[in-house]
């Protein structure tokens, strides 16, 4: 390539009209877009509300979209694939638990103000969180075929995990999932009564202490209880 050929860097090859392949790909002009302009604020919170709810349906969204890819693959006996996802889900939810802090930042007594224009909006309703309770249950179905298909119990699984390195990996990441998705549930429920308070009614009418009693809910039920059998099994042969 002579000299007249090199490549223009400063000038943007993909399709649109933004001024950047950058603000083009990323497609910044609609995201940044989807938050209340400062003029249609009841109060200016209402950005930091806004940007950590969507910041969180984002994560949400990569979290059901990698665990259902992940069920798939186990369903097709690609158990170290499936793990590989699995890790970025784990991630994803993960990430949500610190993130709840930022509304914390919110004076409790300005937020009533915030309250009064979100309507019947809940979160019952998020589209990421209902999506990856549709996605787990399969995905527990999945791991628990593969199992079955190995003819093994859950504990013959754990006492054996030496010998079955992937599939002991896979209820690993079953349970950190779970037990990442059971902190972010513990960590929003303090926000919520430390915002709100503990003894009032949500927007749809949930009672707050309602999701206190959420928080003790699991997914994976016989994950957390095969560690009983285990500590029971082990005082047995001791
Ligand atoms: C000041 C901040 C927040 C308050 C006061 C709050 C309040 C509540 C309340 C009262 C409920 C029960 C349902 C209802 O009646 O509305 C609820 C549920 C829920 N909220 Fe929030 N929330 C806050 C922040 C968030 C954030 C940042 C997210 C997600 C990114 C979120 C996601 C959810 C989800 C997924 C549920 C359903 C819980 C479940 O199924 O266990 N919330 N929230």
Known sequence: MTGSEAED???PIL?????SDYERYINTDALLALQKTSDE?????????QVTHQSGELWLK??????????????????????????RS??????????LEMLEQMSPWEYQEIRKVLGHGSGFDSPGWNELRRVLPRLGQAFHNA???????????????????????????LIE???????????HYQIVARVIGD????????????????????????????????????????
């Open 199 to 238: 003894s009032v009614v949500g927007t749809q009418g949930t009672p707050v202490e309602l999701l206190g009693r959420l928080v003790t809910k699991t997914s994976y039920p016989e994950l957390w209880e095969v560690r009983n059998e285990l500590t029971a099994l082990s005082k047995a042969s001791s």
């Open 9 to 11: 860097y400063s000038q």
């Open 41 to 49: 604020w009841v109060h200016r919170d209402e950005l930091l509300f």
């Open 90 to 99: 784990i991630l994803c939810v993960r990430f949500l638990v610190p993130q």
């Open 15 to 19: 399709p649109g009209d933004a001024p």
């Open 177 to 187: 999932l779970d037990e990442q998705a059971q902190l972010w549930r513990m960590r």
């Open 147 to 173: 199992r079955r298909e190995a003819g093994l119990s859950l504990r013959d699984l754990y006492v054996q995990g030496r010998d079955y390195e992937q599939l002991y990996q896979l209820a690993e990441a």
């Open 62 to 87: 990569l979290a059901w979209c990698d665990g259902e890819e992940a069920t798939r693959l186990i369903e097709e006996g690609d158990l170290r694939g499936a793990l590989r996802l699995l890790r």
